[in-house]
């Protein structure tokens, strides 16, 4: 009970923090991350990719449906998003010590624990783990 208890902490924090962002730029658009992207020499419709890893999957993996699948979505647009944005920061510090980029570690290995770990028993799944 306990370990799925652990697992319903771990895919609501994860998931809700990050459909936060996903929320963020529904409402205010994707135009800067386009902006990145050209300025990569790729594509800017690419940017809309965002939705997957901002929306989508943490849509599934705060409500354990297709659990690990919206996990490695997560998962993609965090290493998008510090290829992209953050590459400088990599080995940097923040001011208080810490990995300048923690934030972003945190979602991209709570990400990778969720992929591990499935869904758990609290979840649309359930205890068969079918879709989960």
């Known amino acids: 009970m306990t370990d799925d208890m652990g697992k319903l902490v771990l895919r609501l924090s994860v998931g809700v923090l990050m459909l936060l962002h996903g929320i963020f730029k529904l409402q205010n658009g994707v135009g800067g991350i386009a902006g990145m992207l050209g300025s990569q ?18 849509v599934l993996v705060i409500i354990g449906l297709y ?41 991209l290995f709570g990400a990778v624990a969720i992929a591990l770990l499935g869904a ?13």
């Open 120 to 132: 758990g028993k609290y979840s649309v799944g359930g205890v068969s783990g079918r879709y989960n």
């Open 41 to 58: 020499g790729l594509p800017g419709f690419l940017a809309y990719g965002v939705y997957l890893g901002e929306v989508v999957g943490p």
């Open 67 to 107: 659990t690990r699948v919206g996990a490695v979505l997560i998962i993609g647009n965090m290493l998008v998003a510090l290829a992209l944005a953050h590459s400088q920061e990599l080995f940097s510090l923040g001011s208080m010590g810490g990995w300048a980029l923690e934030l972003q570690g945190m979602f």
